[in-house]
């Protein structure tokens, strides 16, 4: 499965965080640049919703007439499995000779 480097972020970052829920603010992910805050938004949401359909996170929050707001999300079996793989090919090896 492909995933963006955002997506990336977000599975590892729940994954460390011991999957109990965690707020979904991932603004760390983009550097305090002059990025309008409601683009950062705008991606931040599409990425999560895009989890949320590959069934690696579930979301939990509110819905309007309009729009769906996330509150906090939470690792699937497996988002978990995903997050591991991640988080494991970031390691680099130690070189043996």
């Not at 305090?32 to 949401?45: E, G």
């Not at 999300?73 to 995903?82: F, P, S």
């Amino acid at each position: 499965m492909r995933l963006s480097s955002l997506q990336k972020y977000i599975l590892s970052r729940c994954c460390l965080n011991n999957n109990n829920g965690i707020k979904a603010d991932f603004y760390g992910f983009y550097p305090k640049v002059n990025i309008s805050l409601k683009a950062v938004q705008d991606i931040i949401h599409k990425s999560l919703d895009s989890l949320v359909k590959k069934d690696l996170l579930i979301a939990f929050g509110r819905k309007t007439a309009q729009k769906w707001f996330i509150d906090k999300v939470r690792l699937t079996t497996d988002g978990r499995k995903m997050a591991k793989e991640i988080i494991k090919g970031r390691q680099r090896k130690l070189p043996i000779k």
